[in-house]
């Protein structure tokens, strides 16, 4: 299976800081079809979690555009210009290129 | 709104089964994979099975394969799954999840929580 590593597992961010996570996959994520299947959620507390954005690069509708993704191959990032209090919860990437597997996570929290 | 809801989970001793429920509103049941996801403290997020639009291809993580069957009702809009012969390691928090292509995940149910003891 792909193993998708995120780093840091721990990132606390001051207010209106921006904040950058690093996924990295095992194998390229690059489909036979050209396109390339990874995916941002974020779970907050109790809830499910949230997809954020969509094939490396493409926000869901109501995502800010504080949140941005980017990468190619084996190497991924997401990206928040100006962290906000709403923004506290795990982060995690997801490739559906093949069997379907998650990051570990990231705990991104407000110093 | 659109919506997942799972039901169905609770506790049970090992060897012994349950059958979740994710009953779903607001959009065309028909026109998606569904997936089932679960989530424990020591694995994260897990894929555990997945099936298409009419029921005819299913998809399992081996951990739980000739143990869980997914299916579904789209007459009914609800995705079930049958787990049987529990393990402890079965415990998890266990999602539905709609799948628009290629394990996009755009939406998820609130979880149903499996205790295996």
């Known amino acids: 299976d792909v193993v998708l590593t995120q780093s840091p597992l721990s990132l606390p961010v001051t207010l209106g800081q921006p904040a950058s996570i690093s996924c990295r996959s095992s194998q390229s994520l690059v489909h036979s079809n050209g396109n390339t299947y990874l995916n941002w959620f974020r779970q907050r507390p109790g809830q499910s979690p949230r997809r954020l954005i969509y094939?490396?690069?493409n926000r869901d509708s109501g995502v800010p555009d504080r949140f941005s993704g980017s990468g190619s191959g084996t190497d991924f990032t997401l990206n928040i210009t100006r962290v906000e209090a709403d923004d506290v919860g795990l982060y995690y990437c997801?490739?559906?290129?093949?069997?379907?597997?998650f990051g570990q996570g990231t705990k991104l929290e407000i110093k | 709104e659109v919506q997942l809801v799972e039901s169905g989970g609770g506790l049970v001793q090992p060897g012994g089964s349950l059958r979740l429920s994710c009953a779903v509103s607001?959009?065309?049941?028909?026109?998606?994979?569904m997936t089932w996801v679960r989530q424990t403290p020591g694995k994260g997020l897990e894929f555990v099975a997945n099936?298409?639009?009419?029921?005819?291809?299913?998809n399992y993580v081996d951990s739980v394969k000739g143990r869980f069957t997914i299916s579904r009702d789209n007459a009914r809009n609800s995705l079930f799954l049958q787990m049987n012969s529990l393990r402890a390691e079965d415990t998890a928090v266990y999602f539905c999840?709609?799948?628009?292509?290629?394990?996009?995940?755009?939406?998820w149910g609130q979880g149903t929580v499996v205790t295996v003891s």
């Open positions: 094939m490396v690069s």
């Open positions: 997801m490739q559906g290129t093949h069997w379907p597997t």
């Open positions: 607001r959009f065309t049941f028909s026109n998606y994979w």
């Open positions: 999840a709609r799948d628009p292509g290629s394990s996009a995940f755009d939406l």
């Open positions: 099936i298409d639009r009419d029921g005819s291809v299913k």
